[in-house]
């Protein structure tokens, strides 16, 4: 069902708020040179160490529609070019902004600089509601959140477990993925927060059906790189068994770790679709 079309430059004045960025330099994205790591995402911005200062690098211009949005990659309809278009950002926040004023401004920008129009549409497509497994989840509810970390403490960079995953500070939250091995660390969260973090692995919607009420903290651990066991094959094709055990895949892990698994269903899901938009953004 297709919506109306979203007008993105809003009225400051109607919402009583600051859609605007002081001042936005956005331009191209450079390679560096020889090659080497490259970081790619945002930082600063409100709820940040640096409130004054919104700052994103390498970001191609769908992710920056998804974070306008406030949409996962499998809701996001646009031409494949504007995965390919990288972009860095400067921006300056206005005094007292909050977050959701900051995700205005975005909309604001893209609009401005690359004449971007979208609407939303409702599609029926599968979807996975996170249940409770036969025998029951096998994890407690948490003894309470973590301390906080040392700001003097130096990074912690995962490295290899004795197990062949990643191996992560047992008390901190966090994911890691190393040659297609996969380890996540859930502390003091709820179920509906890791059923969004699931949605991110699966790329479709997991709702939480769990009726699981509390925080939970523990780890589950995967082979990112191996086709899930129970995908269902193509019209007329047999399922691939593998040739050797990599792992379990994320379902397995889900069921045999935690005691939860996911169920495929089809429903609506709300996406946001590119009419137009420009390749290069006009001039700072």
């Known amino acids: 069902m297709r919506g109306l079309l979203i007008a993105i430059a809003v009225s400051a004045a109607a919402l009583g708020q600051t859609v605007e960025f002081e001042a936005a ?21 409100p709820g940040t160490n640096d409130p004054a200062l919104y700052t994103c690098q390498n970001l191609g211009l769908n992710n920056y529609v998804m974070t306008a949005y406030k949409v996962n990659a499998y809701q996001f309809s646009g031409p494949d070019w504007m995965q390919r278009a990288q972009f860095d950002l400067q921006a300056r926040v206005p005094e007292g902004a909050t977050k959701d004023d900051l995700i205005l401004m ?5 609009a401005e600089r690359f004449k971007l129009v979208v609407h939303n549409e409702t599609r029926t497509q599968n ?7 036969r025998g029951g989840p096998r994890f407690k509810e948490s003894t ?5 970390p040392d700001a003097n403490a130096a990074p912690v960079f995962p490295g ?6 990643p ?9 890691a993925i190393m040659n297609n091995k996969a380890r996540l660390n859930v502390v003091d969260s709820t179920m509906e927060a890791f059923a969004k973090q699931m949605a991110g692995q699966m ?8 009726g699981l009420k509390g925080k939970y903290t523990f780890s589950l651990y995967w082979n990112a790189g191996r086709p899930r066991l129970n995908a269902r094959p193509a019209d007329g094709a047999a399922a691939a068994a593998p040739e050797q055990d990599f792992g379990p895949d ?7 770790q935690l005691g939860l698994r996911l169920e495929s269903k089809k429903g609506p899901v709300n996406f946001v679709v590119v009419d137009r938009a420009e390749k290069t953004p006009t001039e700072n």
């Open 106 to 110: 975005v909309r604001a920008m893209l």
């Open 127 to 133: 979807l996975y509601e996170l249940v409770v497994a």
């Open 203 to 210: 790329s479709a919607p997991v709702n939480d059906g769990t």
């Open 160 to 165: 290899m477990g004795a197990d062949g995953y």
């Open 144 to 148: 309470g959140p973590p301390p906080p």
């Open 25 to 45: 330099s956005i331009k191209p994205s450079t390679p560096p040179a020889g090659g080497g790591l490259v970081f790619f995402g945002c930082r600063g911005g």
């Open 250 to 256: 994320l379902m397995q892990a889900l069921q045999d």
């Open 167 to 175: 191996a992560l500070p047992p008390i901190r939250p966090g994911m």
